[in-house]
């Protein structure tokens, strides 16, 4: 046994699903001419933790590994935006998710690309 090795999976039950795919990658694969396109995302509650001792990298046949101790620093929010042609990255973090701030940071994106 290795129990250090794990894989986690989950299948969507979104009916809708094959349709959403279809459309994202659609833009990916055919983007609109003259047009920026802009993902954003938010990932909540980030851990921030400071391991007692260094990770150690990964090798051939050996995942990365760390130990199983930590001082957690608390958590943060990323907001994020990418313009997919250009690779520019506009991004914000805020101590606590709440709902009101995804509407901030589509506004603070807005501004980034004012064009």
């Known amino acids: 046994m290795q129990p250090w090795h794990s894989e986690i999976f989950k299948?969507?039950?979104?009916p809708k699903l094959v349709a959403k795919v279809t459309d994202i990658v659609g833009?990916?694969?055919?983007?609109p001419e003259n047009?920026?396109?802009v993902c954003v995302d938010e990932k909540?509650?980030?851990?921030a933790?400071?391991?007692?001792?260094?990770?150690l990298p990964m090798q051939i046949g050996l995942p990365e590994?760390?130990?199983h101790d930590y001082v957690r620093n608390g958590t943060t929010t990323l907001f994020a935006a990418l313009e997919i042609a250009a690779g520019k990255l506009t991004g914000i973090c805020r101590p606590r998710y709440r709902h009101h701030r995804?509407?901030?940071?589509?506004k603070?994106?807005?501004r980034a690309y004012p064009d």
Do not use: G, K, N
Not at 11 to 14: P, Q, V
Not at 44 to 47: A, F, V, Y
Not at 102 to 106: E, Q, T
């Open 102 to 106: 995804i509407l901030v940071f589509v």
């Open 35 to 37: 047009e920026i396109v």
């Open 65 to 67: 590994r760390q130990t």
């Open 49 to 55: 933790p400071d391991r007692t001792a260094p990770t």
């Open 27 to 31: 833009v990916y694969l055919d983007p």
């Open 44 to 47: 909540s509650e980030i851990q």
């Open 11 to 14: 299948f969507c039950t979104d």
């Open 108 to 110: 603070h994106a807005a």
